[in-house]
């Protein structure tokens, strides 16, 4: 099937009155490859689009009063709107009309297709697969879209596919089996069980259909999701290591500083251990110090202690051999009494046994400090040392905290953010391993082959119950041929459509090379989730072509705003590749997107076998405007006046090109 869009008619809408014509001027049902419309900002570009899409797919038939009254230009007083639409299913003409009572609030369809009029929206049936809201959006392309395409948590690009190579048929004759064995056991004429019990098999064995369905969904989700993840830890592996090639130097900065500073603090420690032993040697300190230790060992000296222990001198001095105290006084009772009360008080056995080791001590002090320098200068030059490492490690923590400050702003914001996010995805990769786990267990309640054990031998007692187990052995081998028949298809069509899509991006994108590393639910890029605006439409432009090329059937690629946000060197490659891809591509445009494109795309389709370039421009009569619309050509415009609105559509290239307003 060739679906060819030759134009369409709007009246008392939002978008201004005009009959847009894409066909040859012959009358045929053959367009322009190209047709080009120019229209200023507001003058309902996103509306017609939305239009068009309404009465292919027949959805204004659901939508609310005030999605109706939407469509009502702001201000107007006209209670219905009309727009229609001119297609070629082939060679034969089918034209949609859409009535929007604005009173009402309601939309109402008429179709006329070969020599039938209906009124409602009915397309023949061999185009209706094609004209469902989730294909027409795969040729009514805008760059929303584009982004759904890349957004993992939707399926826009696996639909795509499946929907344009109608891989929902083998579906529908799983489903259509099912059926055919549902009625066969329903209608079995011999059963070993009641029908209550029967019907009561059929309830369990639903039940555990769907349960096992489940399961195997949340597993398949599972195990995408993972991957998914583990293409995301790549691609944030990547922005790490180019974020710290960019910071290289920073961080060289930042490790020579932190073991500056190491270094200094251990020479910290080492001044201030000198220092602290200096202290403990108060001998060498001070003179007076060094003069006070000097003169309490030369007492020490003049007592002459007993060797083996002082209380026995006491006793021989208080003894009645003893008239005389060592004093010369004369010792009576009394102070023999005295003596032998108070000897514990002096020169007893532990205080012995303290001067002693101090005795020893100071010997060895004066003996060492005749050999050493001043302590004192020692505490002087270390505190001096001390004070100086102090001020050093200063200045390197000073140092390390403006290294820290330009890695905050050259980029160590965004590693912490992205070592968040690998923190986010270990998290959720450990509890989807488990769930994994479960899901691939032997049994258990998230058991899929547990559920799917169960769901069979409900299955094997219901068809043997019915006496139609022949019967449902051949349904279940045909489901099973159909879902891996799809899969196979579905993974082989992918395939091909990546390749072909990388084949392309690699020249529509030569300076930033993208590449597509799998396509699974979304299309995912290598190494990275998303690219810029420009890019993420460059991609479903390619995508949207190869996949509309590769199918048996062709269609149009209606864009809004084709070249808005690519730089031209994309522009020029975008304008080279779709039309050598489709038979019919029209762009709904604003003046800024035609440098950089136009003139590739002239080029292009002048290359292309019977290839024409259609240029139009329409726009609103108003005061902005009426001075521009002198320089239209009288025979290549047309008017449209209404008590509302007055617009003018301009069929000409020299004016296409020359056309601009302030406000675009």
Known sequence: MKLTLLGWTSSGLRCPDAAINLSRKDGSVESHRVTLVQMPNGTGKTTTLALLRAAMTGEARSWSSTAVQRLRRPGAKNEEGTFELRLALDEVRLTLRMKLDFAQGIATYATQYQSQNTPAWSPPASARPFLREDFVKLFVFDGEFADELLDPRKAAASDAICSL??????QELEEAAQTYLHDKVKDSPVSTHSKDAVKEKEGLLK???????DLKEKSDE?????????????GIANELTQLEDKTKHIHDDISKAERE????????DTHSSAMLIALRTPLTLHARFHEQSTNLMASLDRLKLPARTSSQWFDELASDDNDDCVCGRPLGSEERAAIQDHKQRFLGDDVHAVLNPLKSAIQRDLAAQKSQPSAGSTLAQESKNLAATYSDLNQKKTLLSQCRQQLIAHGNSDEQELAKRLGAIDTETKQLRALQTLFAGDDGPKSVAAAQKKADTLRDELLAATQTAEIGHRTQVLKRILKRSRALAEERLKEVIRQRCNDQLQQVLPNDPLRLSSIDKSLTLEGQESGSM????????TFLTVLLSEGSHEFPLIVDSPAGPLDHTVRGRIAQMVPMLCHQFVAYMISTEREGFVPPLEETVGQCSGGSIQFLTLVRRTSGTESRLLAAPESASQTWQSSEDSSVLVEDREFFMKFDLDEV
């Open 207 to 213: 039940e555990a259909e769907e349960n096992a369905l």
């Open 534 to 541: 420009g890019q993420n439409l460059a991609v479903g432009y």
């Open 222 to 234: 599972v195990t995408a999701r993972l991957l998914q993840l583990e293409d995301e830890q790549s």
């Open 165 to 170: 190579f109608q891989l929902q048929l083998f």
């Open 261 to 268: 500073i190491e270094q200094g603090q251990n020479v910290r």
